[in-house]
């Protein structure tokens, strides 16, 4: 059983900067997809950023782009998500969610129903 726990959300205003970390543990196959996704009240959950683990590949949405980075410290099995220039509409409970043991030729994706093992989540607030 994969368990997921993030940590590092909180309250920042416009401009500031935060990383989240997201601790994995139960999986014993380096094929996985990590990903990070957020919802905002009365919004979809929408993806933010993936990661592949195995070969660090990574992918992010347009809305975050050259702004969210995602990684990973393969050794403390945990994956980052460093969200710089923040705005008040990145506002949202932000969540990792995991896929394991994916085929080699799998492509890592952004939606949610893909994946079948979350955290509890992380709130983030960004004040104008």
């Known amino acids: 059983q994969v368990q997921l726990v993030e940590s590092g959300g909180g309250s920042v205003q416009a401009g500031g900067s935060l990383r989240l970390s997201c601790a994995a543990s139960?999986?014993?196959?380096?094929?996985?997809?990590i990903a990070w996704f957020r919802q905002a009240p009365g919004k979809e959950r929408e993806g933010v950023a993936v990661?592949?683990?195995?070969?660090?590949?990574?992918y992010s949405a347009d809305s975050v782009k050259g702004r969210f980075t995602i990684s990973q410290d393969k050794a403390k099995s945990t994956v980052y998500l460093q969200m710089n220039s923040l705005k008040p509409e990145d506002t949202g409970m932000y969540s990792c969610?995991?896929?394991?043991?994916?085929?080699?030729?799998?492509?890592?994706?952004?939606?949610?129903?893909?994946?079948?093992?979350w955290g509890q989540g992380t709130q983030v607030t960004v004040s104008s």
């Open positions: 969610a995991a896929l394991a043991n994916v085929a080699s030729s799998y492509v890592c994706s952004l939606s949610p129903a893909a994946y079948n093992f």
């Open positions: 990661i592949r683990t195995s070969s660090g590949y990574t």
């Open positions: 139960g999986y014993n196959n380096r094929r996985n997809c």
